[in-house]
């Protein structure tokens, strides 16, 4: 017992000298329990608590301590634990474990215990997005030795929390994140952690559904629209009657030397949803690289064609072409499936533009025109 009260004493001087370096991880801190125990080999967390292994805690350095507690913070607080779903435990604890390293060592003063896992080339993704890129490097990585996310009993088989446990969670760490965030203002410290403005989007679990997102552009075009369209309610499909001409989306695929098998499969897959979910358009299909091929006129019956590419990136063709092929009497759409690493237009398209950025791709802010959502794949 004695020992253990030495070693919360020594937690408890951790958690002052954390804010001391960094008064926005020790708000987070101040929301987890702390448990000692011997049920893990080191540190983990179940989502809302911390366990640490005694023994464990005393081989490390005080810097090293530092570290090792706000690794578990952090993974609390942006939700590690209920965000996995049915993903791989091992490779999503990686994908974590990177991200969450990833803000630590850019923190003067922090460092981790030997053998931890750095990835710098991908630390400034989202998890679901290192997961991602993972699935195609599976031998990147040595299976870590422990899985420090821990799932609690109310996790179902899938890995993933009920929607009241989840919501619950979610709630607590936002009105941590909101605290921290105030305090690192009160004291001058505005900024958020390097690598935390990836990862707060994805802390919902209800993510737009980007096709979702494609129907409030069509609905925002100038057409007239009434009633439901009857030939779709069979499909359960209730979609509005558009009046007079019919939406046409031009949808662009980037198959440039940087686009991937894997992200390649996304795209198309996507293609394939937007024709399932919006029968009634017309959509024209492009490839493009540092050129323009198509256009290909797409129905939900008939097979995608090949792509065709793998040179550079640049959009510029792709939007010459739509200029060329729409008349003044048609109402569109652009939608452009690319990482967002290319040659933008000068001036942007009349028509507005739905940017898909894929896993790992430029940031939907840095968009110069249309709006942008990222992608991110299904578990």
Request: with cysteine.
């Amino acid at each position: 017992m004695e020992q253990s009260n030495e070693l919360q004493r020594k937690i408890s001087a951790t958690i002052l000298q954390l804010r001391r370096r960094s008064p926005f991880f020790a708000t987070l801190a101040l929301f987890a329990r702390i448990h000692l125990t011997e049920t893990v080999p080191t540190a983990a967390t179940d989502g809302r608590d911390i366990f640490i292994n005694e023994h464990f805690w005393s081989t490390m350095t005080r810097p090293e301590q530092l570290g090792v507690f706000t690794h578990e913070v952090l993974h609390a607080a942006l939700l590690h634990v209920p965000r996995r779903g049915p993903r791989d435990p091992w490779l999503w604890n990686i994908a974590a474990d990177i991200v969450v390293n990833g803000m630590i060592l850019a923190q003067e003063g922090f460092t981790l215990p030997k053998g931890h896992i750095r990835a710098q080339d991908l630390e400034h993704l989202s998890v679901e997005e290192v997961y991602h890129k993972l699935q195609s490097q599976p031998d990147r990585f040595p299976m870590p030795p422990m899985i420090d996310l821990l799932w609690p009993g109310d996790l179902d088989a899938q890995g993933s929390l009920g929607q009241k446990g989840y919501a619950e969670l979610e709630q607590h760490w936002r009105q941590a994140m909101q605290h921290a965030q105030t305090l690192a203002r009160m004291l001058g410290q505005g900024t958020l952690p390097a690598g935390l403005e990836r990862e707060l989007p994805n802390l919902s679990p209800a993510q737009l559904d980007w096709r979702s997102y494609l129907w409030r552009f069509l609905v925002q075009t100038p057409t007239d629209f009434q009633d439901y369209d009857r030939r779709f309610i069979g499909q359960r499909l209730y979609l509005d009657t558009l009046a007079g001409e019919s939406v046409r989306v031009y949808i662009a695929v980037d198959t440039s030397g940087s686009i991937g098998t894997r992200e390649m499969k996304l795209f198309l897959s996507e293609i394939t949803g937007i024709l399932s979910a919006y029968p009634h358009l017309v959509a024209l299909l492009y490839y493009a690289d540092a050129a323009c091929y198509g256009p290909y006129s797409l129905t939900e019956k008939h097979e995608i064609p090949k792509p065709i590419g793998g040179g550079g990136t640049d959009f510029r063709p792709f939007f010459r072409a739509i200029r060329e092929e729409q008349n003044d009497y048609q109402v569109g759409v652009c939608v452009y499936l690319t990482d967002g690493y290319g040659t933008f237009p000068e001036q942007a398209p009349s028509l507005p533009v739905l940017w898909v950025l894929s896993p790992g791709g430029i940031s939907t802010n840095t968009v110069p025109f249309g709006e942008a959502v990222r992608l991110i794949p299904d578990a």
